[in-house]
């Protein structure tokens, strides 16, 4: 007998297929129903345990580890509330299509639907956010009911990392013992070697494939970008393990289209920047508004291949519908993934691979010669007047004290004084090469959008895009920073760092280093975006929701070296002379402190303290500048 009891056998089995199906990690929370499993994961010498005390941590963890790495990272946790606290990051999962697998153990039939404690119903707890879900059958030590569950566990990693890839729900009941302790005749001892011990390898060996277009399907497709003179290649949010750089520059060197790439498209950034035409500032210049101009000044695509999801600029989205162009978008799934309903075409493949065929086969490649290079320039301008680097620009732009009015002013006299997207710049122009980025929603993300360009260091770049919380990101960050040797920098809002303030707790159970950089602005500045702000009451207390916590304790408990710069308004007096000079002093301090971060041992926190309001009237104005300094009277918002 190799096992104590059945529930030992029956989780034995069930981890080691886990690892024969290629995991090497699963994200464990205490508990006692999940015991069985908790030790056999424990136990088992191929895998990495790493021990998560709040579940709901413990699943952003895991959801940032397998975005990162591309493969699952399986959950174990018990039953109850516990189970119910993976829901926001099994939401984020599906949408973002990030593999995960939930183990969620649970009371045997007979004890569930009964009146006691923590006996909640968990059967398709996660609804239809779930890619496959099963209640297993009670363990049980015989040939065809562990083959079952070995086969079972193949099938839910292969669906988790499947074509359309995203979260699984494996719902595990255990009797009593939980613990390893001897229980006489549970086990036969003439089990078959295959149902108890598995095979060698896989129980079921699962070969992966890709959707892609026939030839004729192809060749048309081919055909339509090849006559096109004027074309965009539009990358969003890259799904897990990305897009493939490489064959997107090919297909952009046959088409002579630029490739315009989301932040968290994974082609933002690297080495092929270098001969690629990224463009990566369009956030800061266009507008659907520009689409509807006769300007001669500006040309509309003929046709659009879109990859990944939504991009995260509105601005982009809305141009692009606005411009009436064929869409292709692109979705291994075949699910419709194009937030503006402007798609005129789905086309079920792979994007790396479709990619790749297509630069082989379409003809010319030419396009308009005036085309891409109205790209660059437009991209170089936005990238001059977010630097201060006026020399060279030649425009007038309208700007007053709340936004735009009729005075024109020159252009180097905008007062572009320190704002949040500055912190973005100098904390990307800090990373070291190769670095992990990961993002919060809310602000920073877009900042990181409008405000840091190409570059051809090796940055990946990561956010929770899929349902956009600012819950979970501390976690996410830390899981990505678990699959990688790479340095990781997170860049967090105020909000969200209180959100998952205990997912800090990882950095030293997980042995999980990381550079922290949040943009402070004590409360939800992202409403200033919004017409609420115009409102008061209730915009204060129910929108911006000023806290006035102090960080710095927060990073003592998790023994995190912590620094302070206030880059408010009201603090920058003494850093130069003019708002431009004080904005590049505050912006050399941020690069510093992440620099020195990085240089240092240890997980740092750098508190950025701004000026919500003020962030954004800086926004305005360097967009109003942007807009003029490309399209003169076309642009707009």
């Not at 707890?125 to 099963?134: E, I, N, Q, S, T």
């Not at 520059?249 to 080495?271: C, N």
């Not at 800090?430 to 409008?450: E, G």
């Not at 916590?549 to 130069?576: T, V």
Request: charged fraction near 25%.
């Amino acid at each position: 007998m190799t096992a104590p009891n059945r529930n030992v056998l029956w989780a034995n089995a069930l981890v080691d297929e886990l690892v024969a199906a290629g995991v090497d990690a699963v994200v464990a929370s205490p508990g006692s129903r999940s015991t069985p499993l908790t030790v056999a994961a424990a136990s088992h010498e191929e895998l990495t345990v790493f021990s998560q005390l709040d579940e709901r941590s413990a699943a952003y963890f895991a959801l940032g580890r397998a975005r990162r790495t591309g493969r699952v990272t399986p959950l174990i946790c018990t039953s109850g509330t516990a189970a119910a606290n993976y829901h926001p990051a099994v939401m984020e999962a599906s949408e973002a299509r990030v593999p995960l697998l939930a183990l969620t153990a649970d009371r045997p039939p007979e004890l569930r639907d009964s009146g006691a404690n923590q006996t909640a119903d968990q059967e398709k707890l996660y609804g239809d956010a779930v890619r496959f879900y099963k209640d297993l059958p009670e363990p049980a030590a015989n040939d065809r009911a562990l083959r079952s569950l070995r086969t079972t566990v193949a099938r839910a990693v292969a669906t988790a990392e499947g074509a359309d890839q995203g979260p699984v729900h494996l719902n595990v009941p255990f009797k009593k013992p939980l613990e390893p302790t001897p229980v006489p005749g549970d086990v036969p001892d003439d089990l078959p070697a295959a149902a108890e011990l598995g095979r060698d390898g896989p129980y079921v060996d699962v070969t992966a494939g890709a959707p892609e277009p026939g030839d004729d399907e192809l060749r048309a497709l081919a055909g339509e970008l090849g006559d096109a003179d004027r074309g965009l290649i539009v990358a969003g949010p890259a799904d897990p393990p990305g897009i493939d750089p490489e064959s997107v520059t090919a297909l952009a060197h046959a088409t002579g289209f630029p490739v315009l790439a989301d932040p968290l498209s994974g082609l933002r950034y690297g080495g092929h920047t270098r001969v690629a035409p990224v463009i990566g500032r369009y956030d800061a210049y266009l507008s659907a508004d520009l689409a509807d101009e006769e300007e001669e000044s500006w040309t509309d695509p003929d046709v659009v291949l879109r990859l990944g999801a939504s991009p995260t600029s509105k601005r982009l989205r809305k141009y692009l519908a606005a411009t009436g162009a064929d869409q292709y978008q692109v979705d291994p799934a075949g699910r419709w993934r194009e937030a503006e309903f402007a798609a005129t075409d789905l086309v079920v493949a792979e994007p790396s691979r479709l990619c790749a065929r297509l630069s082989r086969l379409v003809g010319g490649g030419s396009g308009d010669a005036d085309w891409r290079a109205q790209w660059e320039e437009a991209d170089r301008v936005a990238e001059a007047v977010h630097a201060r680097e006026w020399d060279g620009i030649d425009a007038e732009v309208a700007v007053g004290d709340e936004g735009t009015t009729d005075d024109e002013t020159a252009i180097e006299d905008v007062d572009a004084g320190f704002h949040e997207g500055d912190a973005l710049r100098a904390v990307a122009e800090a990373l070291p090469d190769p670095a992990t980025l990961f993002v919060s929603n809310s602000m920073p993300v877009r900042d990181l959008d409008r405000f840091v360009g190409p570059t051809t260091a090796s940055v990946t770049a990561l956010g929770n895009r899929g349902v956009s919380g600012i819950d979970g990101i501390v976690s996410s960050a830390l899981g990505a920073r678990a699959g990688t040797t790479d340095d990781l920098t997170l860049v967090l809002g105020d909000l969200a760092l209180y959100h998952d303030s205990n997912g800090l707790l990882a950095v030293e159970r997980c042995d999980a280093d990381a550079t922290v950089v949040t943009v402070n602005n004590d409360g939800g500045g992202i409403f200033h975006k919004l017409p609420i702000e115009s409102f008061e009451p209730p915009f204060t207390e129910s929108f911006r929701t000023p806290h006035g916590l102090d960080f710095e304790p927060l990073a003592a408990l998790h023994g995190l070296e912590y620094e302070r710069i206030d880059a408010r308004p009201d603090a920058l007096a003494d850093r130069g002379e003019s708002p431009a000079e004080r904005a590049d002093a505050v912006a050399e301090e941020v690069a510093a402190a992440v620099s020195r971060s990085h240089e240092e041992p240890g997980s740092h926190l750098i508190d950025v303290e701004t000026d919500a309001e003020a962030s954004h009237r800086t926004r305005e104005r360097l967009a109003a500048a942007v807009d003029d300094a490309v399209h003169g009277d076309a642009g707009g918002e």
